[in-house]
């Protein structure tokens, strides 16, 4: 069947979509090699180039930016990227190119982290280099270190440090479970607490933001300096001080050794001297209370009143403040004055 025995509608179908076709063909051969492509940047990486390839992309906060364009060795230092990204996407010259992994065992993918000044630049140019990068860890560079950790451990060390631990801990149940309830205890306390202990952690941190406590903190800091200088400058002060001090140290710990005896014998007949008194008290003390008690009975009788303003007894005892007076044969009878010689006065008044 051709063209000509198709009806009108069925023909002019055909023809649009050869049309279309043909428009399509047309523009991938020769607008598509022309069209506007994005900055070309490298990054140099070391092992983390493993699971990169052509079709890797390249992400900014998350978002597709670009891909990998080539992978190439780098001479001994590991990997050069050549990251080809969108039109229009600018990367500031302190942003960090990290391969990331997607997931555990999944591809990567190259994250562009940007820096400071991300929205003021300067930025990258074609060709340039990304100075700064970074390489996370997957799981089979964890299993390699592991790996070579485990076999730098000798075996038979392990079984002496198990056996070890399996001796001390023979019959140790009730302590280690007691240990580990109270850290249960602990842990309790810590969490019913948890609210006071962000309000201090707060609190120390609007204490660091006050003004003026930096300042002071460093005078301190300066000031404990200059006194480290001091001493270090000070021509050995500081040694011959803790060398007279060690000196007096043990002449204190010789005097210790020499009378330690007298000491001894001295220490046990103070005890001996109290527990007396302290045996005495019981006799002392119900005589004591028993004068106590009277001293009123004798007051009321010594001041018993007679009539207006009298009394019937009352006694005036002037005693001298001169200690060699008070206490007759401690000063030589040179020394003591005639102004210090005074009586007694005494004075009686009764009906």
């Given at each position: 069947m051709n063209l000509d025995?198709?009806?009108?509608?069925?023909?002019?179908?055909?023809?649009?979509?050869?049309a279309a076709v043909l428009a399509v063909s047309l523009h991938l051969v020769v607008a598509k090699p022309f069209e506007e492509k994005g900055i070309a940047l490298s990054a140099h990486v070391g092992n983390a180039s493993q699971g990169l390839n052509s079709t890797s992309p390249v992400k900014l906060r998350?978002?597709?930016?670009?891909?990998?364009?080539?992978?190439?060795?780098?001479?001994?230092?590991?990997?050069?990227?050549?990251?080809r990204l969108d039109p229009g996407v600018r990367v500031p010259d302190s942003a960090t190119a990290a391969v990331e992994p997607e997931s555990v065992f999944g591809p990567k993918f190259v994250n562009l982290i940007p820096g400071e000044h991300e929205g003021t630049g300067p930025y990258l140019a074609d060709g340039q280099?990304?100075?700064r990068t970074s390489e996370s860890g997957d799981l089979?560079?964890?299993?390699?270190?592991?790996?070579k950790a485990l076999a730098?451990?000798?075996?038979?060390?392990?079984?002496?440090?198990?056996?070890?631990?399996?001796?001390?801990?023979?019959?140790?149940?009730?302590?280690?479970?007691g240990l580990v309830d109270n850290a249960g205890t602990l842990v309790d306390v810590a969490h019913d607490h948890r609210q006071d202990a962000r309000r201090f952690i707060e609190d120390l941190a609007r204490l660091?933001?006050?003004?003026?406590?930096?300042?002071?903190?460093?005078?301190?800091?300066?000031?404990?300096?200059?006194?480290?200088?001091?001493?270090n400058s000070g021509e050995d002060r500081v040694k011959n001080l803790a060398i007279g001090v060690a000196e007096a140290g043990d002449t204190v710990e010789s005097g210790f050794t020499g009378y330690g005896g007298?000491?001894?014998?001295?220490?046990?007949?103070?005890?001996?001297?109290?527990?007396?008194?302290r045996g005495q008290l019981g006799i002392a003390g119900p005589s004591l209370r028993t004068i106590i008690d009277l001293m009123p009975i004798y007051r009321a009788l010594g001041f018993a009143p007679i009539g207006e303003k009298k009394r019937m007894l009352a006694v005036n005892i002037v005693l001298p403040s001169d200690p060699c007076q008070m206490f007759l044969g401690v000063c030589p009878m040179g020394d003591v004055s005639d102004t210090s010689r005074k009586k007694t006065k005494k004075k009686r008044g009764g009906s």
């Open positions: 025995q198709l009806s009108k509608g069925p023909r002019l179908l055909v023809t649009a979509a050869t998350g978002v597709t930016v670009g891909r990998v364009e080539r992978i190439e060795l780098a001479g001994t230092s590991g990997a050069k990227l050549t990251l280099d990304i100075v089979g560079h964890l299993l390699v270190d592991a790996e730098a451990v000798d075996p038979a060390d392990v079984a002496i440090i198990f056996d070890t631990l399996s001796t001390a801990l023979a019959g140790q149940g009730d302590h280690v479970r660091a933001r006050l003004r003026g406590v930096g300042e002071d903190v460093g005078t301190l800091v300066a000031a404990g300096d200059d006194t480290l200088r001091t001493l007298g000491l001894t014998q001295g220490v046990r007949s103070a005890e001996r001297a109290v527990s007396l008194i």
